[in-house]
């Protein structure tokens, strides 16, 4: 049953152990049968003990086992008595025999020799050598060893038995033990896969101290490199520290030189101001512009200036039935340029007013006379001539300049600049963006001062005294250069047209105006002052000018325009209790320039031409008259 067993499970794979007693057993078999003579229920026997000693060794409980017993028989009973191919177990000890003694066997004192001549194991005794005594003591003892032959089947019998036991307990062993080998391969290959795991971890583990250590190197390195870094970084914070130090005493000092400064510059504006005040709110000035190359032929006025520049004397001559009568007036400004001065001395003049706008004040600065008498050139000149640049292109420089003055001083300047025309009483943007639109009202110019009407409105701002066009465009300029190219586009814009005074006459009165506002955190303080610098359209007289049509209409409203405005410096003269700065465009537009607390500079622009006398006669009249006003005190638009 063993056998075919363990044949059944050869194909298997094995467990160390059972290949152990597969082997033993084996092992046992062969010497048993390599012994040569045994017999089979010896080999039987030996086989069984070889079992019983392999079941031993897998822990089976250990029996005394009996193998040598049966050699104890008779050799007779031995060849007739059934032998169990089954271990038998032991009688007692005193039945067991030695091999040696079962060679010869004595009965009754006579020793039977159970071997032939030859020396050959024969087993049977003759018969002639027994007798009756003996044959009944041999049947005695035949009988008792069939009786222990009977003991002994027994004995076999449990023996067969104890050794199914043992059987379905070894065959139950093997069971576990195969499931243990089983469980076993498992644990085995769950050890191999844990080992190899463990082997990747291993490696990984390995290149992790690897990395470990270089990061702990790299981490060392950074340290120290911190401790330097540190180092030099209080080293710096300290110098740092000590430089903040120097620098706060340094702005300390600074800071009340700049209110020294400022002190000493708010000394010097007063000054200033106070002397403009004396000089009076409204200067009028006189220019005599110089013929050009093509009029050289053209009569001129005897106009003459006094050397001190103040007046100007201007004679007509008159025929009378017996002599020629010369009718001289002199007429006093607060400064005259005879055709000789250029743009530069005209400038020196004005720019005080300039300065005070800078200052906070409302100024304004306008050029008055009759067309062709040279307005445009004094106030626009030749902005790419830096010599003929004229009045509004030096005040710009002059303000940028100041400006950047006095931010040295702590100051923070803002500058805004409008640029309008008034033709027809109405107001046109002289910046605003070309587009399409603005491109196709320009050319039909009717119908940009019709939708124009509406869209610039003259608003006050009454607390600061400011003048602003709504609508028109703004611009914020924090550079003299960007200036020129607004005036150069300005410029182009106005309306111009050919008269007979002047190829290129202005038919519009432009308005340049500069709103200036600062800042002195330092002090708290601030001011707000704006420059208007206005190019006049030039009077004229209808019959002279042989305008017709639109430009007649043009030329009427020009006058009238003109008129208002002198009607407006009348009334400031007189002091009149109310002004009509309402009844035109222009004094509307000009009511804080003029007024109250503005400073005025009124330009009075004449022709040098005989056939312009009459039209000179007016302009200068007109100058004085406006000299002769008193606008007031002047006061700072803004805080100051
Ligand atoms: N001081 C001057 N030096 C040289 N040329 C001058 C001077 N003043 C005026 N002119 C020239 O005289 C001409 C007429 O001057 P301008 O156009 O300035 O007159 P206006 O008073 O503006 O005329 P309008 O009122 O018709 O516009 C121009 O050719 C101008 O260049």
Known sequence: MLTRQYKTNSKRKRAPEEILVSRNVKQKFSSSSTTGNASASERSLTKNVAFKNVLTKASVPRRPLYSNKVATINNSALTTLPISSKPVPPRSSKSTVSQKNAATMSYSGTKIVPYDAGGNFTGKVSPANLNKAEISRLRSEIAQHKKKLAEIQQEAAECEEYNKAIEAEFSGLHDELVKVKLDSDIMLADIEQSKKQADSYDKELKVLDEQLNAMNEENNRLHKNVQVLNKDLRYKYEKIEEKKSLQESRLKQILENYNGLNSEENT??????????????????????????????????????????????????????????????????????????????????????????????????????????????????????????????????????????????????????????????????????????????????????????????????????????????????????????????????RSKASTNSNSVSSRSHGVFIFHLEGEYPIGNESSRGSLSLIDLAGSENIDKSGSTGNQLKETQNINKSLSDLKTVIQQIKDKASYVNYRDSMLTNLLKYSLGGTAKVCMLVNVSPFADSVSETKNSLTFGQTARKAHVGTASRSGRF
């Open 268 to 493: 010097r504006k007063e000054l200033h101001n106070q002397l403009l005040d004396l000089k009076g709110n409204i200067r009028v000035m006189c220019r005599v512009r110089p013929c050009t190359d093509k009029e050289n032929d053209v009569v001129l006025a005897k106009l003459k200036c006094s050397d001190d520049k103040r007046s100007i004397e201007i004679s007509t001559e008159r025929k009378s039935l017996w002599r020629t009568v010369v009718d001289t007036s002199t007429f006093k400004f607060d400064c005259v340029f005879d055709s000789n001065a250029d743009q530069d001395q005209v400038f020196s003049e004005i720019s005080p007013l300039v300065q005070s706008a800078i200052d906070g004040y409302n100024v304004c600065i306008f050029a008055y006379g009759q067309t062709g008498s040279g307005k445009t050139y004094t106030m626009e000149g030749d902005v790419n001539n830096l010599e003929k640049k004229g009045m509004i292109p030096r005040a710009i420089d002059i303000i940028f300049d100041k400006i950047k003055e006095l931010e040295k001083l702590g100051w923070n300047f803002e500058a805004y600049v409008q640029y309008v025309e008034i033709y027809n009483e109405t107001i046109q943007d002289l910046l605003g963006d070309e587009d399409k639109k603005n491109k196709k009202l320009y050319k039909d110019r009717k119908k940009t001062y019709k939708e124009s009407k509406d869209l610039y409105k003259i608003m006050y701002n009454d607390n600061t005294r400011m003048t602003i066009v709504e609508n028109a465009d703004r611009r914020k300029v924090s550079r003299k250069e960007d200036m020129e190219s607004l005036l150069r586009k300005a410029s182009n814009r």
